[in-house]
């Protein structure tokens, strides 16, 4: 590469993100990897074991689940939520009445406070008061203490959580607007309905945007914390517990070090999952490309 | 068929129309009640009184206007020295041809996945190192840093989808490296900045617990945790603590509408780019 | 947007003039202490709490003042000390709860030493034991303020019209009342397995510790018969209806909210839910009494009490002047009638000894009463173990409750997290 002759004011606009981002970021991070192979109780000395924390992590029931229930969290992410943004996506990117009204409220959720979220589907849970069992119950179905049995508490919590696709509706919305209206027309001379066209034109067309909404989506499942924390705790029976959920009980416990080793593995894992999932979702890409 | 998806389209945008305002209506009803009991035997119907004295005890108990000017200050100024320093290094990754470019755009936005929470303690070290313990600063740079990732991700790709022949243009008429960022670049980039800014604002408006761990007096404190003020060691006041949370929520839902448009134009630049 | 960046430039500015204004202040040579307290905002003991503190800032005007700092958010208050020590800081002033996680802070040389200050006579104003309870390898870092009493509180009322006449004194009694409570569409007792410590149900498991091991019963090991005895028992709480349908994953305002709308006839919290009770549910109050829970095992009377918060403060060894003023201002603090003064406005009960005839609140005087009944007091479990334990709770007494853990294996799930 031939050398940038504005070298020295390149380096000059880096300046404040370098400070930032050191300070903020990288010093904070090699805090953590530093104190997640140490006992460390936060106020006397860190002792250093080594890979122990880690081990102690990896051989603990809770936290096992916890790992898997972050996996759960992420494919629902990635597999429940984006596709049910995408449907709607699609749906208002053939402008139906009111569809821009409609595109702002859906984004609403995005910017209220995540207790007022909380508290409400605890109230919508409620197995005596709440809205979801009388619901049922008009169909003649029987409810359930949703957010207390081992087997509902967790799909409980990410309904919650993957039914708010404002963020990501946007976002695949916008890339539908990119598709030259050309296509469509033609299809439509072939005999082409509406759902062939969906299938055949924008959703290949769009595949950059969907593996970008799906990795977000997987990573944002993979750190996933306050939800569970406002409205189970982790429980019943630690079924809903996450990796954030544990890192937080950690530190609430003066265990500093094994709080870090768990953040530590949560980035790792973090980082894996998202680097998989690109790889598999972009081996198509040859396919796709003969589409166009 | 085509009636029948056509139903189906229908019910679909209701029921996530619902899905999306319901929980603003639950709030606002939710915040005029008269108790905790009110609210837990009858979570759904309107307040059997309406209490307005909820929202005077909010803004008066809670001294909620001292810390919404707080607030104001923090958020704004975390979004002008975010969009300030991301804005540079997009341009520089955008615009500039340079060695380990792209192994710096990845750190930067590698930044996203990592966990805030686990950062307590040396964010605590920091801030008292920097002297800043107990300052609006504090919370200033600290949530300007946090979104530096997301932004610098936005941006970057926004700006690459400038074209390059206004830029060459003006480097013929003599303009400089610095004037090229703030006469070309930074005017054309409004939508990208307004959408960064929007994020970084929304974050900064209902961070919590940074807010609650760097500053300690009432002259720094945030309306985030002016909120809390209805939560004690045993018993929260919920539909006191809904009537702040109602408040608090107004500005950004104004910011959000104001700026809604160039939001989504600003994310559809980001996605042609995928 | 030219506005906008006027308005951003502006408000800059304006955040700019803020900061530097506030380092011009603290001029005086007047002692500054800071203490970020808890006992604000919605707290019962917020308004005698800060005229006292009015009054200590008068009386020693220029000298010394105090600066309350208000911390309403009592989990983002334990943090935030927390990562402040962490840090190597600790806030001039504090207060803490004393238990096997915390007791860590002893080992911090930040933190201010009492005892010497304590054998020169002020010990003597503590009620008698509290501060060997606050004592950790010959330090008392934290001296004991704030003590609870955590009696079973039931609704006299529902009692009746379910034809029962006596508040239950032993297990079979209690099953009896059970049985026509629910025949009268009651809820024998309020139960919850969520929150982050299962708050109302791990205070009825200790009550039955207590009934089972007797006042020494935590000098014994987690996994001996008296915790699998009371497990059994908190079981069948949990069963044939015994509670709400809720109580599993409920939080507390489950099973406060059950007992203030008069379904659920029994009760456990401290005294700070009286205020609550008086002012959301005044039937409720009226009718409500308060006792040991049912004799299930062989001792009779027990009570749940504890240390509930204590005090401390900064060292400050290279300071001497605000050490002693930290001191004076602890000792202005626990002065029998100041105590009095912040018993009387808010029914807290106290470390230190005081008069409590001041004392007019009609429940606040069933639990001083139950207080004096007592035939023995144990602590409170969650006073005992450390939070991974109290953390784990919850999970072990959901699962139980599920019928997925017998008392047995809720025991030594118990166990396995505090050997850990």
Same mark, same amino acid.
């Given at each position: 590469?031939?050398?940038?002759?504005?070298?020295?004011?390149?380096?000059?606009?880096?300046?404040?993100?370098?400070?930032?981002?050191?300070?903020?970021?990288?010093?904070?991070?090699?805090?953590?990897?530093?104190?997640?192979?140490?006992?460390?109780?936060?106020?006397?000395?860190?002792?250093?074991?080594?890979?122990?924390?880690?081990?102690?992590?990896?051989?603990?029931?809770?936290?096992?689940?916890?790992?898997?229930?972050?996996?759960?969290?992420?494919?629902?992410?990635?597999?429940?939520?984006?596709?049910?943004?995408?449907?709607?996506?699609?749906?208002?990117?053939?402008?139906?009445?009111?569809?821009?009204?409609?595109?702002?409220?859906?984004?609403?959720?995005?910017?209220?406070?995540?207790?007022?979220?909380?508290?409400?589907?605890?109230?919508?849970?409620?197995?005596?008061?709440?809205?979801?069992?009388?619901?049922?119950?008009?169909?003649?179905?029987?409810?359930?203490?949703?957010?207390?049995?081992?087997?509902?508490?967790?799909?409980?919590?990410?309904?919650?959580?993957?039914?708010?696709?404002?963020?990501?509706?946007?976002?695949?919305?916008?890339?539908?607007?990119?598709?030259?209206?050309?296509?469509?027309?033609?299809?439509?001379?072939?005999?082409?309905?509406?759902?062939?066209?969906?299938?055949?034109?924008?959703?290949?067309?769009?595949?950059?945007?969907?593996?970008?909404?799906?990795?977000?989506?997987?990573?944002?499942?993979?750190?996933?914390?306050?939800?569970?924390?406002?409205?189970?705790?982790?429980?019943?029976?630690?079924?809903?517990?996450?990796?954030?959920?544990?890192?937080?009980?950690?530190?609430?416990?003066?265990?500093?070090?094994?709080?870090?080793?768990?953040?530590?593995?949560?980035?790792?894992?973090?980082?894996?999952?998202?680097?998989?999932?690109?790889?598999?979702?972009?081996?198509?890409?040859?396919?796709?490309?003969?589409?166009? | 068929?085509?009636?029948?998806?056509?139903?189906?389209?229908?019910?679909?945008?209701?029921?996530?129309?619902?899905?999306?305002?319901?929980?603003?209506?639950?709030?606002?009803?939710?915040?005029?009640?008269?108790?905790?009991?009110?609210?837990?035997?009858?979570?759904?119907?309107?307040?059997?009184?309406?209490?307005? =004295?909820? +929202?005077? $005890?909010? &803004?008066? *108990?809670?001294? #909620?206007?001292?810390?919404?000017?707080?607030? %104001?200050? @923090?958020?704004?100024?975390?979004?002008?020295?975010?969009?300030?320093?991301?804005?540079?290094?997009?341009?520089?990754?955008?615009?500039?041809?340079?060695?380990?470019?792209?192994?710096?755009?990845?750190?930067?936005?590698?930044?996203?996945?990592?966990?805030?929470?686990?950062?307590? =303690?040396? +964010?605590? $070290?920091? &801030?008292? *190192?920097?002297? #800043?313990?107990?300052?609006?600063?504090?919370? %200033?740079? @600290?949530?300007?840093?946090?979104?530096?990732?997301?932004?610098?991700?936005?941006?970057?790709?926004?700006?690459?989808?400038?074209?390059?022949?206004?830029?060459?243009?003006?480097?013929?008429?003599?303009?400089?490296?610095?004037?090229?960022?703030?006469?070309?670049?930074?005017?054309?980039?409004?939508?990208?900045?307004?959408?960064?800014?929007?994020?970084?604002?929304?974050?900064?408006?209902?961070?919590?617990?940074?807010?609650?761990?760097?500053?300690?007096?009432?002259?720094?404190?945030?309306?985030?945790?002016?909120?809390?003020?209805?939560?004690?060691?045993?018993?929260?006041?919920?539909?006191?603590?809904?009537?702040?949370?109602?408040?608090?929520?107004?500005?950004?839902?104004?910011?959000?509408?104001?700026?809604?448009?160039?939001?989504?134009?600003?994310?559809?630049?980001?996605?042609?780019?995928? | 947007?030219?506005?906008?960046?006027?308005?951003?430039?502006?408000?800059?500015?304006?955040?700019?003039?803020?900061?530097?204004?506030?380092?011009?202040?603290?001029?005086?040579?007047?002692?500054?202490?800071?203490?970020?307290?808890?006992?604000?905002?919605?707290?019962?003991?917020?308004?005698?709490?800060?005229?006292?503190?009015?009054?200590?800032?008068?009386?020693?005007?220029?000298?010394?003042?105090?600066?309350?700092?208000?911390?309403?958010?009592?989990?983002?208050?334990?943090?935030?000390?927390?990562?402040?020590?962490?840090?190597?800081?600790?806030?001039?002033?504090?207060?803490?709860?004393?238990?096997?996680?915390?007791?860590?802070?002893?080992?911090?040389?930040?933190?201010?030493?009492?005892?010497?200050?304590?054998?020169?006579?002020?010990?003597?104003?503590?009620?008698?034991?509290?501060?060997?309870?606050?004592?950790?390898?010959?330090?008392?870092?934290?001296?004991?303020?704030?003590?609870?009493?955590?009696?079973?509180?039931?609704?006299?009322?529902?009692?009746?019209?379910?034809?029962?006449?006596?508040?239950?004194?032993?297990?079979?009694?209690?099953?009896?009342?059970?049985?026509?409570?629910?025949?009268?569409?009651?809820?024998?007792?309020?139960?919850?397995?969520?929150?982050?410590?299962?708050?109302?149900?791990?205070?009825?498991?200790?009550?039955?510790?207590?009934?089972?091991?007797?006042?020494?019963?935590?000098?014994?090991?987690?996994?001996?018969?008296?915790?699998?005895?009371?497990?059994?028992?908190?079981?069948?709480?949990?069963?044939?209806?015994?509670?709400?349908?809720?109580?599993?994953?409920?939080?507390?305002?489950?099973?406060?909210?059950?007992?203030?709308?008069?379904?659920?006839?029994?009760?456990?919290?401290?005294?700070?839910?009286?205020?609550?009770?008086?002012?959301?549910?005044?039937?409720?109050?009226?009718?409500?009494?308060?006792?040991?829970?049912?004799?299930?095992?062989?001792?009779?009377?027990?009570?749940?009490?504890?240390?509930?918060?204590?005090?401390?403060?900064?060292?400050?060894?290279?300071?001497?002047?605000?050490?002693?003023?930290?001191?004076?201002?602890?000792?202005?603090?626990?002065?029998?009638?100041?105590?009095?003064?912040?018993?009387?406005?808010?029914?807290?009960?106290?470390?230190?000894?005081?008069?409590?005839?001041?004392?007019?609140?009609?429940?606040?005087?069933?639990?001083?009463?139950?207080?004096?009944?007592?035939?023995?007091?144990?602590?409170?479990?969650?006073?005992?173990?450390?939070?991974?334990?109290?953390?784990?709770?919850?999970?072990?007494?959901?699962?139980?409750?599920?019928?997925?853990?017998?008392?047995?294996?809720?025991?030594?799930?118990?166990?396995?997290?505090?050997?850990?």
């Amino acid at each position: 590469m031939k050398k940038n002759k504005n070298i020295k004011m390149i380096l000059l606009f880096l300046v404040p993100v370098a400070f930032l981002y050191i300070s903020f970021f990288i010093y904070p991070l090699a805090f953590v990897l530093g104190t997640s192979l140490t006992e460390w109780n936060g106020i006397s000395a860190m002792k250093f074991i080594g890979l122990g924390n880690y081990k102690k992590l990896l051989t603990d029931g809770t936290f096992l689940l916890s790992i898997k229930n972050n996996i759960i969290w992420a494919l629902s992410g990635g597999f429940i939520q984006i596709p049910l943004a995408t449907m709607v996506a699609l749906i208002l990117a053939r402008k139906p009445r009111g569809w821009k009204t409609l595109r702002t409220i859906y984004f609403l959720p995005n910017i209220i406070s995540a207790v007022a979220i909380a508290m409400m589907w605890k109230a919508i849970y409620n197995p005596m008061y709440g809205f979801l069992n009388a619901f049922l119950n008009l169909f003649g179905i029987e409810g359930h203490n949703w957010l207390g049995e081992t087997a509902t508490a967790l799909p409980a919590v990410i309904a919650q959580t993957v039914l708010y696709i404002g963020y990501f509706m946007v976002i695949i919305f916008a890339a539908t607007t990119t598709i030259p209206k050309s296509f469509y027309e033609a299809a439509e001379i072939d005999g082409c309905t509406t759902l062939q066209q969906e299938w055949y034109i924008t959703l290949p067309m769009i595949r950059g945007i969907l593996v970008t909404t799906i990795t977000l989506a997987m990573a944002y499942g993979m750190r996933h914390f306050e939800a569970t924390f406002l409205m189970t705790s982790g429980g019943p029976a630690h079924s809903t517990s996450v990796m954030g959920l544990v890192l937080y009980n950690k530190m609430d416990a003066f265990r500093l070090g094994e709080a870090n080793a768990t953040g530590t593995i949560l980035i790792l894992l973090g980082t894996v999952v998202i680097v998989l999932i690109r790889k598999l979702l972009s081996r198509g890409d040859a396919g796709s490309d003969s589409v166009q | 068929m085509k009636a029948l998806l056509n139903t189906l389209k229908w019910i679909i945008l209701i029921f996530f129309l619902f899905v999306a305002l319901y929980p603003l209506i639950w709030l606002l009803l939710a915040s005029f009640k008269t108790n905790n009991l009110e609210l837990q035997q009858n979570p759904f119907g309107f307040p059997e009184k309406w209490m307005f =004295v909820n +929202y005077y $005890t909010a &803004i008066v *108990k809670a001294k #909620l206007p001292a810390l919404f000017i707080h607030s %104001i200050i @923090v958020a704004f100024s975390a979004v002008f020295v975010n969009l300030l320093v991301a804005s540079m290094t997009s341009f520089v990754i955008s615009r500039e041809e340079f060695k380990g470019k792209n192994v710096l755009l990845t750190v930067l936005a590698a930044g996203i996945l990592l966990p805030i929470i686990s950062f307590m =303690v040396p +964010y605590f $070290t920091i &801030i008292q *190192k920097m002297r #800043l313990y107990d300052s609006l600063l504090a919370l %200033i740079l @600290v949530y300007s840093a946090i979104n530096i990732p997301i932004s610098v991700f936005l941006l970057t790709s926004f700006m690459d989808s400038i074209p390059r022949e206004l830029e060459e243009a003006a480097t013929i008429d003599g303009a400089s490296f610095v004037q090229r960022f703030t006469k070309i670049i930074v005017p054309l980039s409004q939508t990208g900045l307004a959408t960064a800014g929007t994020f970084c604002f929304i974050y900064s408006w209902n961070e919590f617990i940074m807010a609650l761990l760097l500053t300690s007096s009432e002259s720094s404190r945030t309306l985030q945790l002016g909120i809390r003020f209805f939560t004690s060691q045993f018993v929260t006041n919920y539909t006191a603590m809904y009537a702040a949370i109602v408040i608090t929520i107004v500005p950004s839902i104004i910011v959000y509408f104001i700026f809604h448009n160039k939001i989504i134009s600003g994310l559809t630049a980001g996605a042609v780019k995928g | 947007m030219r506005k906008i960046t006027f308005l951003v430039l502006s408000l800059t500015l304006l955040a700019a003039g803020t900061l530097f204004a506030n380092g011009q202040q603290d001029k005086e040579k007047e002692i500054v202490l800071k203490w970020p307290s808890i006992w604000v905002g919605e707290d019962s003991k917020a308004g005698a709490v800060a005229e006292l503190v009015d009054q200590f800032n008068a009386d020693n005007a220029g000298k010394i003042r105090v600066e309350v700092e208000a911390q309403p958010d009592y989990d983002g208050y334990e943090q935030k000390i927390r990562t402040s020590i962490a840090a190597g800081i600790v806030p001039d002033i504090f207060t803490m709860k004393l238990n096997p996680t915390t007791k860590a802070y002893y080992e911090s040389p930040l933190l201010m030493d009492f005892s010497k200050e304590l054998n020169g006579g002020w010990g003597k104003d503590f009620n008698a034991g509290t501060v060997a309870q606050a004592t950790v390898d010959g330090m008392v870092k934290s001296l004991p303020y704030e003590v609870a009493i955590t009696p079973v509180w039931y609704n006299m009322d529902l009692f009746k019209k379910a034809g029962v006449s006596k508040y239950p004194q032993t297990y079979a009694e209690f099953l009896d009342a059970a049985a026509k409570l629910k025949a009268a569409g009651f809820i024998p007792t309020s139960q919850m397995t969520g929150g982050s410590n299962a708050w109302t149900s791990m205070l009825w498991y200790s009550h039955f510790l207590a009934s089972f091991g007797g006042p020494d019963v935590y000098a014994n090991p987690f996994g001996t018969d008296a915790y699998v005895k009371a497990a059994e028992v908190l079981l069948a709480m949990y069963s044939d209806g015994n509670t709400s349908i809720d109580a599993i994953g409920g939080d507390a305002g489950v099973s406060g909210g059950h007992y203030l709308a008069g379904e659920s006839a029994m009760f456990i919290n401290g005294p700070w839910y009286i205020g609550r009770v008086k002012s959301e549910a005044p039937a409720v109050y009226s009718a409500t009494e308060v006792g040991p829970a049912p004799a299930a095992g062989n001792n009779k009377g027990a009570m749940v009490g504890f240390l509930q918060t204590n005090f401390a403060a900064a060292a400050n060894a290279d300071d001497p002047e605000k050490a002693a003023a930290a001191v004076k201002f602890i000792k202005w603090m626990t002065k029998s009638e100041n105590v009095a003064k912040i018993s009387a406005a808010s029914g807290a009960m106290f470390a230190v000894k005081y008069d409590s005839s001041s004392i007019t609140d009609e429940l606040m005087g069933k639990f001083i009463n139950a207080s004096n009944d007592a035939s023995f007091t144990i602590p409170h479990l969650e006073g005992v173990v450390t939070s991974d334990v109290i953390t784990e709770f919850g999970q072990a007494l959901g699962k139980m409750a599920l019928g997925e853990a017998t008392p047995e294996e809720f025991v030594e799930m118990l166990k396995k997290v505090q050997d850990q």
